[in-house]
């Protein structure tokens, strides 16, 4: 059913004031000004995705299970979160003055009265109530921030009905939420959910427990890097080389947000300064296209590339932020560019290539990421000077960086960016992220992302927030696999890989040691099981060496895999059994091996994999018995 234009009443009990809409909305213009580009880049795409929720809010009035949520052209029911929107599109009906956009946050509210409310004052995550309730800390700030910011939209009954309900919600997170009530993102965003609600509600003991909650903020960063941990369950957990569960994708667009937007509400100096080096470390794995290298991450099964699948977005961390670190106005700047580029018919879509491989986007993305834009926007003048021009660390770095308490090393020559990675914290049983010595990402400055790490196997680890790979799983990662038995073994399952980095003026090399191994961690038998890889950067090409380790000889189907990224529409042209070229918009890709070169057929021109959301030619380079090593050299032209 088309959008109605009105709501004519409110299930939640009250009804709209009959005055025109402008009546509710004077006193409360502002003088127009040309915005900055930041904020110009901001309040476009927040108006593009507010417009593209209004085209899929649910319509029925006869049917109370659907009437006033947000359908997701994707998934098969309804994601309870969806009531997030209510803040963004309370933004828009406040800056626009056009009523639809109150209709929608209306409509919104009351069907999550009506499908996920619960006694105990939580949301659950889908219209079941035995499903997960975490999900309140979300719903509650964004409650708030819209009342905060935008409650003179409503008239009293309303506004106290939801106030009410706030309160209610508050005192489920007060009674329940602590640090380590489950992985770390919920404990950071509940210190600044009480927070906002104890001064929305002006209930000190809400404000005393934020200010409880964050004195333990502290305790969860690693060394040397103050990266954030606790991206585990539990939340201290460590993997048997004794490091901690890191997730790049939760730690920049959720749980760095919570203690950030408590600091400089409380003025805590001492947690700022301790939140801006975490926020320096972290912005290191930012490419210069402004995606998060999650390849490594402990919840990397929901890599979306720009961040994570149900995350809330970097923009308000990074923007607020730029006072104390000119890059990190940058890097809001390229993340939100990066999104817009994702987005397609007001919508999200959760990697760079749905749209070209027709991957339908689930919403989820889209009313997450829209509550930091209205924060951004309803930042106003607290929102520091933001200088587009600084560069991001990754564009101008030079060298290898390890990060020991990850087990990973970040390195740069010339145009080349990339990433190499042993971490072996594993989330749940199967469920693997890069490791085992990998090319988790390879990255030119001239032609953009060449490899970017996907699960070894794509599994649904969070049904309610991941969807299906739409065709054959095809792992994107580089890897050395073979088949025996009909068992796939890979260095992608080996936690016990070694890395030897070699670097000097000319030349940066990675030496590798790593086994092939099934899912269940078992050594490949009867044939080669450990390869030595060598990765090579120099100014003008990347280059594969790869071998038997000793004297092993290889009595199985045995290959080097590049699945190079690559879009559908880009030319590839196989020159010669050994050479193959793919056209790009800035530049020409070419592979070349020292054996003959195969594209796997696949049922389109591309395979594809939800995890990081693109598509990639699957190349493949097998050994022979007349060659033991495979040689493949990347170069751009």
Known sequence: MERRRFVK?????????????????SGCSKTVEELPYFQTLVKD?????????????????????????????????????????????MYMADSTGDKKYLDAAILVMNWAENNVSQEDGSWTVIPNPKSWKGISVFGAIALAEALHYHGHLLDNELKTKWLNRLEKVGGYLYDTFTMTFTNVNYGFTCVYA????????????????????????????????????????????????GLNFVDLGYNVEESLNGPVMY???????????????????????????????????????????WGSRTTDGSQVTFGMMADKNPAFGTAAIRSTELLKRCTS??????????????VKPCIHHTFAHAKPLASILDAGKKLPRINPDTALPRAVSKGVKEFPEIATWLFAASSWRGTV???????????????????AVLYHDKVGTLFAASMAKYLLVEPNNQQPNPEEDFALTPRIETFKDGRWYTNL??????????????????????????????????????FNINYACTNDRFEFKVKPSGDQEISSPSALVLPVISPTGEKVTQVSP????????????VVESNVPLTIKDTEKDRVFNMVPGAEAIPILAYFTPEISEVICTIKVI
Request: hydrophobic share 35%.
């Open 493 to 530: 399952y080996d936690l016990e890989a070694r890395v030897n980095v070699v670097e000097n003026d000319h030349r940066i090399a990675f030496d590798v040691e790593a086994s092939l191994k099934d899912e269940e961690r078992m050594l490949v038998e009867g044939t080669a099981s450990v």
């Open 194 to 241: 009480m927070n906002l609600l104890g001064s929305v509600l002006d209930k000190p003991a809400y404000t005393r427990r934020s200010r409880e909650l964050a004195k333990e903020v502290k305790d969860f960063f690693t060394e040397p890097n103050k990266l954030l941990f606790g991206e585990g369950k539990p939340s201290n957990i460590k993997s048997p080389r």
């Open 421 to 439: 990675t042993t971490y072996d914290a594993v989330y749940k049983e199967h469920v693997q992220q890069a490791t085992g010595g990998s090319l």
């Open 263 to 305: 600091a400089l509400h409380e003025n805590d100096e001492e947690m700022l300064e301790l939140l801006s080096k975490s926020m320096e470390s972290h912005l290191e794995f930012m490419l210069p296209d402004g995606a998060w290298d999650n390849s490594w991450g402990t919840r990397q099964a929901k890599w979306s590339y």
């Open 45 to 89: 795409l927040l108006t593009d995705w507010c417009n593209g929720m209004l085209k899929h809010q649910i319509i029925e009035p006869e049917n109370p299970a659907r009437h006033g949520a947000l359908g997701c052209p994707s998934c098969g029911f309804i994601h309870g979160r969806c009531m997030d929107a209510v803040y963004p599109f």
């Open 345 to 358: 018919d007001g919508l999200l879509h959760g990697g760079p290539h749905f749209i070209s491989h027709g």
């Open 9 to 25: 009443t409110l299930s939640m009990g009250g009804v709209l004031l009959a005055t025109p809409f402008y009546g509710l909305v």
């Open 578 to 589: 050994t050479v193959i070229e793919v056209e790009k918009p800035e530049g020409k890709l």
